[in-house]
Antibody, heavy 122, light 111 residues
Framework: EVQLVESGGDLVPPGGSLRLSCAAS????????MTWVRQAPGKGLEWVSL???????YYADSVKGRFIISRDISKNTLFLQMSSLRVEDTAVYYC????????????????WGQGVLVTVSS | QSALTQPASVSGSPGQSITISCTGT?????????VSWYQQHPGKAPTLMIY???YRPSGVSNRFSGSKSGNTASLTISGLQAEDEAHYYC???????????FGGGTKLTVL
């Protein structure tokens, strides 16, 4: 069974740093593209970052230069290193697994974690 | 890049059909058959309902169907049930350096 379990959420002051983890089980994380999506309180989904199997990474303009997505193959775990945090980064952060078809990669996500809350406040 | 455009809310009675639209541009929705739809109940993680415009993952009811015309994709739910009441989000691949785009979300109310 595919499972994704996020951890690392916390209350941090503006300008602070935090690292989120997403432990994967039931599949090999490095064989799938993975993403982070966030949801501010009462708001919609916002794509944050993506890492493809080859290691190429992409970021939303709102987090570029502040967030880094990475993975530890030995731990089958995805990370999101967040720095220079802002109040507007407050959200529930979800990790999700990319889905595959017989065609080209189309950036849909077939399994999601339960989410972890990050609160940025003084 | 701007989010895909969805109506803020739609409603329907049990047994009826509703359609949620998702409008983008030729750089995303219109340019590729790579639109997906997610259902989210309050306090829960999103769940994939449709991928690549028209395909349903195993386990998703055939009451859910997807389509696309030009720059607008649509999710249709037939035979509305109370359990369908949720937020629905569309998403599309984009040919920019931000390769995933979400819509603003639509709240479906089953009357």
């Amino acid at each position: 069974e595919v499972q994704l379990v996020e951890s690392g959420g916390d209350l941090v002051p503006p300008g602070g740093s935090l690292r989120l983890s997403c432990a994967a089980s039931g599949f090999i994380l490095s064989s799938n593209y993975m993403t982070w999506v966030r949801q501010a309180p009462g708001k919609g989904l916002e794509w944050v970052s993506l890492i493809y199997t080859g290691g190429s990474t992409y970021y939303a303009d709102s987090v570029k230069g502040r967030f880094i997505i990475s993975r530890d193959i030995s731990k089958n775990t995805l990370f999101l290193q967040m720095s220079s945090l802002r109040v507007e980064d407050t959200a529930v952060y979800y990790c999700a697994r990319g889905g595959y078809t017989s065609g080209p990669i189309s950036n849909f996500f077939d399994h999601w974690g339960q989410g972890v809350l990050v609160t940025v406040s003084s | 890049q701007s989010a895909l455009t969805q109506p803020a809310s739609v409603s329907g009675s049990p047994g009826q059909s509703i359609t949620i639209s998702c409008t983008g541009t030729s750089s995303d929705v219109g340019g590729y058959n790579f639109v997906s739809w997610y259902q989210q109940h309050p306090g829960k993680a999103p769940t994939l309902m449709i991928y690549d415009v028209i395909y349903r993952p195993s386990g998703v009811s055939n009451r859910f169907s997807g389509s696309k015309s030009g720059n607008t994709a649509s999710l249709t739910i037939s035979g509305l049930q109370a359990e369908d009441e949720a937020h629905y989000y569309c998403s599309s691949y984009t040919n920019t350096n931000t390769p995933v785009l979400f819509g603003g979300g639509t709240k479906l109310t089953v009357l």
